[in-house]
């Protein structure tokens, strides 16, 4: 092709640009054409062992193996490479024209007739024909374009294998994600050894947390899949070889120490998912992919929300998990709307030491705390042994309060709550103080009783007294008035199992158990002899609340059965027995409060108790109404609603008589109170009313107690706990929140568990026996 003229004109200059422009284009389409169909064989090589990477397959292969693929990847893209270059011309500039021509659909070739001059010039009228035909094909020109390249590959690669290869690679690393650059380096660095060079022995150890409970793991040559916790230890033991070794992870390298005996040795920990590479001498000696897993935080939630149960306790069950163990559980109590007080903290037990799923089932007595009978909220937390926390969803309830049927119990905690809320509220609690120590009867003469109430009376002396030694002294003092001995013996059971629960959970040694063991049977001698203190004797066993009875000398057995257990290390089986117990101790309570369901004195015991209720919620209005100036109206509203009482008076005393025989004597005194109260009220005269409804309140709980004394003589008394089989033996495991796991051995096992642990104490003495003997026994002894 020859070169274009020099132009005429300015026009021409731009003419000639333009189609300098459209030829470069042309040509760069002409060496596409050429250039892509031998690169595109050199690409999918290197993409599918890009791809062969991101997938982590090449690791998995021996070591050589993987540099063989390495080897033949590296030749075949040499190869494709150097025939590309022998094949590949470059398109020249006739070339180019010819393809602008064709994509622009000109005929006659009007870019060679640009580029072609006439044979004379010296003809006027052939030069001016000459300029017209110049003219007519640069008008042409003006219709340039340049079609994309066309490779034509649907002919080359029938198969479509170019596509095959691209979407395995977006396959491949949509699944490296964020570890595809390490497993890049990886597919490049095979594990080869050469034999002379490589170590006489390389050992790796994979030690998890202690609190996690996983065991050491050995790393084995041809092991693929490795998964430990966060935090785990390396220890890497190398011995022979030639030269340094040093363990690289994730490209940092760290030297092996050398060891006195000529190993090396190197001690590291694991954080996040990464490679284990072992090299020495610059060659790899082992490699291993290593998934760390972090420790996850523990879950905890309420399976039932928080409820009041018996004797207002709050009832707490939630369900717990940690993937290594829970180490405590507990619930945060707040007081809505005061968001900057401290929390009320109660402890979850938690059995069988650091359990990875617990099934939690508690109760706290909180009737003692100054925020009984006010909203809060309860919120369960978990926490696992680095310290981790779970909190559960809150819930928002009334604290559950005590209700105090004695009205000198009921003025004592009133006195506490004022005090409670305003210290300046103290003088007037001194003065009741005062008022009830110089009458005993009131607290039946109990020496400890009257003991409580001076010491919290004087205690509120100092302007700036303990304000919870008071509200301690003040409850403890009221329950007594309420029940005797029966609430401080019942304290003390439960202080006492709490203790012997928590000892279990931190494996305490035997003797440390043996003790606990020893206050908790003191605690329960008192807590039964409170209970019968409160019951008059009626010459049978006691009874529990399903009708079966119990003896003493059962309670004892399970006692001595417990101490067995300890002796012999059955911890799970001891812990079943306590909480066999426990249910036994509660339902001897449960069992003298309750009565047969379907029998008129068991019906006419509870409408008193629930008309002695309403009696006192009566009391305390008319106390309230007596300091105010109230109409007519008022008056006769009140002595209506006593009236009303009086006459569900009648049908308690009916059903009672027919249930014992004779109604309770204080009942018909009881009633002529409250007609007493009733007219006064009719008159507006509450301060007598008060009076009147005070005496009739003492009535009825004298009736009280005459009726249980009645119905404990003629034998209706509450039911029992040891379940029995039909022929009156104690039947095991009923009534249980065993899983049916835990198996409480009979006591000739007991006995045989015996006979070992003092064989094993025997030989553990015996000098003669060789050492590594002895400290065997010895730490079986341990766990005893």
Known sequence: MHPLPPPADPHTVLLDRRLARWLFLAGAAVLWERLWPLALPILCLIGLLVALALLDVLPL???????????????????????????????????????????????????????????????????????????????????????????????????????????????????????????????????????????????????????????????????????????????????????????????????????????????????ASTQLTVRQARLTVAAWPVTVVADAVPSIAFTNPPEPGERSRLRLTATASDDYGLVKAWVDIRRLGAPDDPPLVVELPLSNGQPRLADIASW?????????????NIQPVAEDAVGQRGNGDAHAITLPERNFTNPVAAAVIEQRRNVTDDRRNAPIAMTLLDRVASEPALFNDDLKTFLMLRAARHAMDVEDFDLAEVQDLLWSGAL????????????????????????????????????????????????????????????????????????????????????????????????????????ILEGLQAGQRQQSVNGPASQGMQGLRELAKRQQDMLDQTHRRAQQDSGQQDGRQAAQAQEALRKSLDDIARKLSEGLGEAPHALSEAGEAMGQAAGELGRNQWDSAAGAQSQALQLLHQAAREAMEQMGNAGQGSGGMIPRDPLGRPARGTGSTDDGTTRVPDRSEVQRSRDLLNEIRRRAGEYQRPEPERDYLHRLLKQF
């Open 61 to 271: 292969l021996p070591g050589w193996l993987h540099a063989l693929v390495l080897a033949g990847v590296a030749g075949g893209v040499a190869f494709l490479t150097m025939r590309a270059v022998l094949r590949l011309t470059m398109p020249t500039l006739d070339q180019a024209a010819r393809r602008l021509e064709r994509d622009s659909g000109l005929d006659h070739r009007p870019l060679a007739a640009l580029a072609d001059h006439p044979v004379s010039t010296d003809d006027p009228v052939a030069q001016a024909l000459w300029q017209i035909h110049r003219r007519r094909m640069a008008a042409m020109v003006r219709q340039l374009r340049v079609a994309l390249p066309h490779p034509n590959m649907a002919a080359r690669d029938p198969w479509g294998l170019r596509a095959a290869v691209l979407l395995l690679l977006v396959i491949a690393a949509t699944m490296a994600g964020p570890d595809a650059p390490r497993r890049l380096a990886r597919a490049l660095n095979p594990a080869i050894t050469m034999a002379g060079l490589g170590p006489d022995a390389v050992q790796v150890w994979i030690t998890p947390p202690s609190y996690t409970g996983v065991a050491p793991l050995l790393l084995k040559p041809d092991q693929t899949t490795i998964t430990v916790p966060a935090g785990s230890a390396v220890l890497a033991v190398l011995s022979g070889g030639w030269g340094s070794a040093s363990l690289e992870v994730d490209g940092n390298q760290t030297p092996f120490q050398r060891q006195s005996d000529g190993s090396q040795r190197l001690e590291s920990q694991l954080h």
């Open 364 to 376: 706290a007595d909180l009737t003692a705390h100054p925020w009984a009978g006010l909203p809060v």
């Open 480 to 583: 007594r008035i309420e029940e005797g001995d029966l609430a401080s013996a019942e304290r003390a059971l439960e202080q006492a199992r709490r203790a012997l629960e928590q000892a279990m959970d931190a494996n305490a040694p035997a003797s440390e158990i043996q003790r606990l063991l020893d206050l908790f049977q003191q605690a329960m001698q008192r807590y039964v002899q409170a209970l019968s203190e409160r019951m008059p004797p009626n010459n049978q066993p006691q009874l529990g609340k399903d009708g079966r009875t119990i003896s003493d000398e059962e309670l004892q057995q399970m006692v001595d059965g417990m101490r067995d257990m300890t002796e012999t290390g059955s911890r799970d089986a001891l812990r079943q027995m306590l909480q066999d117990l426990t249910k």
